[in-house]
């Protein structure tokens, strides 16, 4: 309610900035609710709007919304392409929470298709990055995220998990950049 009300105020406003965001609000309460094609829709005119005044960090922020909803879809091509694009603009804004989100992403998305230790190491990576910045899961997230991390681990041993972890958190800058988009080339 209180997004579709900030949605008519910032268009009666002319704001562009923070119509996309409302847009990419109610997108994502949309897909919280499983409302998927209500969400996409939002979501892609969030993502246009943001395109076109040049707001990159709104541009990132609806791409990887929209990743989230490609995975949750299936659609897990696209879903790398959304990801991979939002996490090269989060990078470029500094954006660390971004990132780990992007990085999150990418480790459901290795999970399910069988890339159980590039799936940890991913984990591992976001999980360190969210340290760094005192920033946890937030609740509504936290059942989608341990559902997928027990996918990894349930597909290896315990020592072959954990060192995988071990290793994505000791990754930094932009040595897990390039792993992160690496995971990309292999599963796309």
Do not use: H, P, W
């Given at each position: 309610m209180f997004y579709e009300e900030s949605l008519h105020l910032y268009r009666?406003?002319?704001?562009?900035?923070?119509?996309?965001?409302?847009?990419?609000?109610?997108?994502?309460?949309?897909?919280?609710q499983g409302e998927y094609d209500k969400a996409w829709a939002f979501l892609e005119e969030s993502l246009a709007i943001s395109r076109g005044v040049g707001?990159?960090?709104?541009?990132?922020?609806?791409?990887?919304?929209?990743?989230?909803?490609?995975?949750?879809?299936?659609?897990?091509?696209?879903?790398?392409?959304?990801?991979?694009?939002?996490?090269?603009?989060?990078?470029?804004?500094?954006?660390?929470?971004?990132?780990s989100c992007?990085?999150?992403?990418?480790?459901?998305?290795?999970?399910?298709?069988?890339?159980?230790?590039?799936s940890a190491r991913l984990f591992g990576a976001a999980e360190a990055l969210r340290e760094t910045i005192h920033t946890p899961l937030p609740p509504i997230d936290r059942d989608d995220y341990n559902h997928d991390v027990a996918t990894a681990r349930a597909g290896l041993d315990e020592e072959t998990f954990t060192a995988a972890w071990a290793q994505g958190r000791s990754m930094i800058g932009a040595r897990?950049?390039?792993?992160a988009l690496t995971t990309v080339g292999v599963i796309a």
């Open positions: 009666e406003l002319g704001n562009k900035v923070g119509v996309a965001q409302a847009l990419n609000n109610l997108g994502i309460g949309a897909r919280q707001s990159k960090i709104s541009i990132a922020n609806s791409l990887e919304c929209l990743g989230f909803l490609a995975f949750k879809q299936t659609d897990y091509k696209r879903a790398v392409t959304l990801y991979s694009e939002s996490l090269t603009m989060f990078k470029e804004l500094g954006n660390m929470l971004g990132i992007c990085l999150e992403g990418l480790a459901r998305l290795a999970s399910v298709l069988g890339e159980l230790e590039r897990l950049l390039v792993f």
